[in-house]
């Protein structure tokens, strides 16, 4: 099982920036995959983004692509989300999870952590 333990959240005005830090732990990475996905109140959650611990490879989901942007730290086991341009209807809670690779589905998930996004 990986531990995962999402930091950085809060509130930013329109157009500003927030960087959101998920640290992991538990288990060795290289063949996972970890992501980033969001949940408005009343809403699906959604992708935001994840990244390939091992080669780093990046994708996004269509309403973040441009604006975001996830990176990973390896020596630290963190994996960052750069927020930029934020948009009121980025506010949402924010989840750090972790997939193994060739999985279905996302077996490891973060707390959250709250986004706030004023206009």
């Known amino acids: 099982q990986v531990q995962l333990v999402e930091s950085g959240g809060g509130l930013a005005q329109a157009g500003g920036s927030m960087r959101l830090s998920c640290a992991a732990s538990?288990?060795?990475?290289?063949?996972?995959?970890m992501g980033w996905f969001r949940q408005a109140p009343g809403k699906e959650r959604e992708f935001v983004a994840s990244?390939?611990?091992?080669?780093?490879?990046?994708y996004y989901g269509d309403s973040v692509k441009g604006r975001f942007t996830i990176s990973r730290e390896k020596v630290g086991h963190t994996v960052y989300l750069q927020m930029d341009s934020l948009k009121p209807e980025d506010t949402a809670v924010y989840y750090c999870?972790?997939?193994?690779?060739?999985?279905?589905?996302?077996?490891?998930w973060g707390q959250g952590t709250q986004v706030t996004v004023s206009g």
């Open positions: 538990g288990r060795p990475f290289s063949s996972y995959a």
């Open positions: 999870a972790a997939q193994r690779v060739g999985a279905s589905s996302y077996s490891d």
């Open positions: 990244i390939r611990w091992s080669g780093g490879a990046t």
